[in-house]
């Protein structure tokens, strides 16, 4: 009994790591909640509200809030489901940050912060009459994610078993691992980066939409902080484009570096940034081989893999955790938005996952084979030595130092050349001068003095005492 007792004890950080999750919830609801709510007051004599409430636009708030983890929200005719990413990404960092300032740095811990977030995230479900749906599997995903995150660094965290496994993984796969963490974000950073242009170069069309609209200026805030949280969408989107399987907004609608074909579309401002019908760019297809490229060069200068058969292992590693990566967030960046054909929404992502995976671990091998392992080994050795001089001994002393004239009859001196002796000058001083200090010992001690600043190192026949 007594044996149970003690495993049910919590860890000593329990509650600070329960203040962690529920703060990672509540602040995400509250930035969706307080946008509806902004919005009603905005837009309150307008007639189209009809009987709309404070709880009804804080439920409204909260449903677009649990879509960030993959809940569904009924509208008239059909469901919404396009999950804000940006939300997402949101709570990922809060909750993180909310750990890291609070010290939740066991494994203990994280696992709480996890479970409180998930069932935070539940109960603001249902106070709301949102129930608990996948959105509860979306958040508690998104809180192990968080915590593994947290503990980044804190290898002393996981038990003695895995990080023994840890040390017995292949050089080649953990250098495939970081290199596809470094190929999914720079990815998803270039597909931004495309949506941000594309929406400069459009800027006429996207704010002709907006004016359309009449929105206010509080509303028109909203609006445009409502589709900054699906930028992480509309990179990925930007990324099917790129690749050539291309994205969907509604059925019958196609975009694709290939072409475009389009339909009419919802008056949302962004998507007038949308390439316009027969618009083909068939040279971007080899930006997915491109960035691979960049990536293994930035993997050769940073850490040069000695084998091919270490080289084979970080390119199968990267081909497995891009494809991984951007089937996971394809699917979630894809949904419907409406009923009829506005239910086909987004791209298909294991097919244009499949498709960046291949170009990147193209790109990727390519530059890893293209120098042999013993060229790529003795590159490194090469590096090596010529970053060897910076860390010289300071017990070197030039020999062209002249000797202190201030010790003409002194037997060594310590500021003296000729402290740095070698093993058998050292030997000779000892046996023909008992009573001065010892060379070797001195120059150790004392090495590189100056020689207009140490004081001579007398014998203790001559009454002085030894330096120290």
């Known amino acids: 009994m007594a044996a149970m007792t003690r495993s049910l004890h919590l860890p000593e950080n329990w509650l600070r790591a329960a203040v962690a999750g529920v703060e990672g919830a509540v602040l995400t609801w509250l930035v969706a909640v307080l946008g509806a709510l902004v919005t009603y007051v905005a837009t309150a004599a307008a007639p189209g509200l009809g009987n709309a409430t404070w709880s009804s636009t804080a439920g409204i708030g909260t449903g677009w809030w649990t879509m960030a983890f993959g809940g569904r929200v009924p509208v008239e005719g ?267 929404t987004g791209l298909h992502g294991p097919i244009v996952a499949i498709v960046l995976a291949g170009g990147l671990t193209l790109g990727y091998a390519l530059v890893l084979g293209a120098r042999p392992p013993v060229a790529r080994t003795l590159a490194r050795q090469t590096r090596g030595r010529l970053r060897a001089p910076r860390s010289v001994s300071l017990s070197t002393v030039s020999p062209a130092t002249p000797v202190s004239p201030a010790t003409p009859a002194s037997p060594v001196s310590a500021a003296s050349p000729v402290g740095a002796v070698t093993g058998a000058s050292a030997a000779r001083t000892a046996d023909t001068s008992p009573t001065a200090p010892s060379a070797h010992t001195t120059s150790s001690a004392f090495s590189m003095a100056s020689a207009s600043t140490a004081p001579t190192a007398l014998s203790p026949a001559e009454g002085a005492e030894p330096v120290r």
């Open 78 to 344: 059909g469901t919404a489901a396009l999950a804000p990413l940006g939300i997402t990404l949101l709570a990922l960092a809060l909750l993180r940050g909310a750990m890291r300032r609070l010290a939740v740095d066991t494994l203990a811990g994280a696992a709480i912060s996890a479970g409180t977030f998930t069932t935070a995230v539940a109960l603001l479900g249902l106070t709301t009459g949102r129930g608990s749906g996948v959105h509860v599997a979306g958040a508690f995903a998104v809180g192990v994610l968080a915590a593994a995150w947290a503990l980044r660094g804190h290898g002393s965290a996981l038990p003695v078993r895995v990080r023994r496994w840890a040390l017995r993984v292949p050089g080649g796969v953990t250098a495939g691992l970081g290199a596809a963490g470094v190929a999914v974000l720079g990815a998803v950073l270039a597909g931004a980066l495309l949506v941000v242009g594309a929406v400069v170069s459009a800027w006429g069309e996207v704010a002709a939409i907006h004016q359309s609209l009449e929105p206010d200026l509080a509303s028109g805030i909203v609006l445009t902080l409502a589709q900054a949280a699906y930028l992480p969408n509309l990179a990925l989107w930007a990324l099917a484009w790129v690749a050539g399987p291309g994205f969907a907004v509604g059925e019958g609608t196609t975009f694709s570096a290939l072409g475009s074909t389009t339909e009419l579309l919802p008056a949302i401002p962004v998507l007038g940034a949308l390439p316009a019908p027969g618009t083909a760019v068939p040279w971007m297809l080899a930006a997915p081989a491109l960035l691979g490229v960049l990536l293994g060069w930035w993997q050769d200068r940073r850490r040069p893999l000695p084998g091919r058969r270490d080289a084979a292992l970080a390119s199968l590693t990267v081909f497995v955790g891009t494809f991984s990566a951007f089937a996971v967030l394809g699917t979630a960046a894809s949904g419907p938005i409406g009923p009829g054909r506005m239910a086909l």
